[in-house]
Structures are given as structure tokens and as C-alpha cells.
């Protein structure tokens, strides 16, 4: 049995909130840091909350997905909640036949591979999507927001997966190495490709946009397969998609976040899209922001540091924070998500470093 969680911190009011503050390119008093995957595997309260349900049932429990996204709020003093939840949701509540395998991951029954196959998904399209089809989410959102709203106003971040990487999983029938199959399809099909890439802009537009109206005070979309794709490929045949997914988050003056792997050489394009550009641990953060000047950054302690020696990863943590100062704002995050075997009092002790900086 995992120890009681402690109270949850407080903070200022969300629009003032130090998180907030930074995604607008301002420097708050205390530099804002949260997660990536925070909530999850890490942390021995979500596995005890984890045991006999499956990944996406919890996701759609709303009491379920709100008290696994409060979790490391109160565990970790973290300035941010984001919302939990996978990728695939939104694919699974419009319909598609999709399931999380343990050890695997996502897995759908009926890959999208042809442009009769696109035809017969965008047939369904999510155009106006009811909120009805994304009550169980924005549930989830409401109860977090209000909690946090009693603990002083820590923002809630939203989460969808970007188009593409959910035309990806569409195409692969799962998690895929190169994304070979998919970018077949965008080059032997480009009529069905921007077919496909408008279904998947407008559902990922439209779970965003669900969670904002829940009281999200940010967004983020997360692009885990466009490392894959050359410059080339991803202006022309990816980005317009991206900044569908975004634009009615955006319109709404709500910040909006871009999160990809291995995407060093897409970071001027991905930024088109967003308000703030997250950046894995691959690109240094001042290298990133002398190519983005104007650009509020997230990231990017390398999670591989998570298990090395408290001096060895402080240090780490202390030149990523120096490197951040050089745009005009910085929320501290990792460069991906936090790896399962994490040890907890790491993360917090992370949280405790960054605020004394």
C-alpha cells in the first residue's frame, strides 16, 4: 500500500500562474517545471489505482483519469497538471477499433492503408464533434480543474496526439520504428493522405478544444512520430494539419504547446504551429532558441539522467535551466516522457532544485 498523498500546493491564480506566465514569454518569479508523463507508471499510488483496469478504461473513467492526473501535483509540487490520458483516445471514442497491449502498445484491428480505406474512416468524419463524444474526458477535465482551482489555481494542461502520429498509428495498425508505411501511403496517395491528415487535424482539433471548454488553461499537442519525416515532407504534407489542430485552441487566447521526437530539424516549422515549442533532449536549449528567437521553450533534461547520481543529474538540471535563459520564456519539462522505473523522490527533489533557481 502506497503512503497518503500529501495536501496539494498552492499557487496563483491560474491566468497568473508561473506556468502560464512563461508560455506568454514572460519571466515569473519562480521558473515553472512539470513531466512529461508524470502521471503514470512511475509513481506506486497509480499502480495501486492501475490494478484490473485496463489503460483506455481508465483514461474514460472520469474519477479515474482526475485522480491519476492529481497525482504528482500533490506528490511532486509540479506548477502544472496535464490531463491523463493516451494518444489513441480520441481515435477509440469516434469509433475506430483500437486497444493498448501491454508491452506493445496501441494496436488497431483494421489499418488504414489504402484510399478506400480513408474513404470509409472519413466517412465518420468528427466535423462538429458532439461533446457528448468526449463527455467522459472533459468529466475528468472539470474535476481536475476544480481541485485545483481550491489549491490556488495550478493550470491544467490539455493533451492530444498530433495528426500525424495519429495517421501513423491509422496506417502502421501500431507503434512503428520509420513510419515506413505510412509515408508510403503520403507519397503513392497524396489525394488520400491530405484526406487522412484533415480527418485526424479535425479530431485532434476537436479533443483539444473539448478540454479548453472543461477549463484547460493550456494545450499540448504531442507529434511522437514526426522525427521521422524530412523538412520537406513535413511542411508540405504534415504542418497545415498541425496547425488545424491547434488553431481553435489558439483563437480562444488559451497557449498552446508542440512536443516532438526528434525533431531538431523541424523546430522552425513546428513552431508555425504553436505558441510554445517543447524540445527533446536531443537539441541543446540555446541552440534551439537562437534558431527561435521570439519562441517560448520547454524541456529538456534527458531522462536517461533520471537514474544517474543526484551530482551528476543537478548539474545536468542547472546547465539546462542556464541554457533556457536565453529565451524569453522557459518552463522546465524532460526532453521525452518519464521513464517507468523512475524513482519519485527524484522527480521531487527536480521540482524543489528548479523553484530555488
Known amino acids: 500500500m502506497s503512503t497518503p498523498s500529501p495536501a496539494l500546493p498552492t499557487a496563483a491564480a491560474s491566468a497568473s500562474s ?39 478504461d481508465a483514461c474514460l473513467d472520469p474519477a479515474t483519469a482526475a485522480e491519476i492526473t492529481l497525482q504528482p501535483v500533490r506528490r511532486h509540487g509540479v506548477d502544472a497538471a496535464i490531463l491523463f490520458s493516451d494518444i489513441v483516445v480520441p481515435l477509440k471514442l469516434v ?30 468524419a468528427p466535423d462538429g464533434a458532439s461533446s457528448e463524444m468526449f463527455d467522459a474526458v472533459a468529466q475528468a477535465a472539470r474535476l481536475v480543474v476544480a481541485e485545483l482551482e481550491g489549491a490556488g489555481g495550478i493550470p491544467l494542461i490539455g493533451f492530444a496526439g498530433a495528426p500525424f ?34 480527418w485526424t487535424a479535425q479530431l485532434s482539433s476537436a479533443f483539444l478544444l473539448a478540454q479548453v471548454e472543461a477549463g484547460a488553461g493550456a494545450v499540448q499537442l504531442f507529434d511522437s512520430w514526426a522525427g521521422s519525416l524530412s523538412l520537406i515532407d513535413y511542411e508540405r504534407a504534415v504542418l497545415p494539419a498541425s496547425i488545424t489542430a491547434l488553431q481553435a485552441a489558439r483563437e480562444r487566447g488559451v497557449p498552446t504547446v508542440h512536443f516532438g521526437t526528434a525533431t531538431g530539424h523541424l523546430l522552425p ?67 521525452h516522457g518519464v521513464p517507468p522505473e523512475t524513482d519519485p523522490a527524484v522527480l521531487t527533489r527536480i521540482v524543489e532544485l528548479v523553484h530555488s533557481l
Not at 519571466?27 to 508524470?38: A, K
Open 18 to 56: 508561473p506556468l502560464l506566465r512563461a508560455y506568454r514569454g514572460e519571466r515569473p518569479e519562480r521558473l515553472p517545471v512539470w513531466f512529461m508523463r508524470q502521471a503514470g507508471r512511475s509513481l506506486p499510488e497509480y499502480r495501486a489505482l492501475r490494478v484490473g483496469t485496463r489503460m483506455l
Open 95 to 124: 469509433g475506430v477499433d483500437v486497444e493498448i497491449v501491454p508491452g506493445k502498445g496501441p494496436v488497431l484491428a483494421h489499418p488504414v492503408r489504402t484510399a478506400a480505406d480513408v474513404r470509409e474512416l472519413v466517412a465518420h
Open 165 to 198: 502520429t495519429l495517421a501513423a498509428y491509422l496506417v502502421e495498425g501500431g507503434p512503428s520504428k520509420d513510419q515506413l508505411a505510412a509515408r508510403a501511403l503520403m507519397h503513392a496517395d497524396p489525394q488520400a493522405w491530405q484526406q487522412l491528415m484533415a
Open 269 to 335: 516549422a513546428m513552431s508555425r504551429a504553436a505558441d510554445v515549442l517543447g524540445v527533446d533532449h536531443r537539441t541543446p536549449l540555446d541552440e534551439a532558441a537562437a534558431q527561435l528567437p521570439a519562441v517560448p521553450l520547454q524541456g529538456n533534461i534527458d531522462p536517461a539522467l533520471l537514474g544517474a547520481p543526484w551530482e551528476v543529474l543537478a548539474a545536468h538540471v542547472r546547465d539546462v535551466v542556464a541554457r533556457g535563459r536565453t529565451a524569453p520564456g522557459h518552463v522546465v519539462n524532460l526532453g
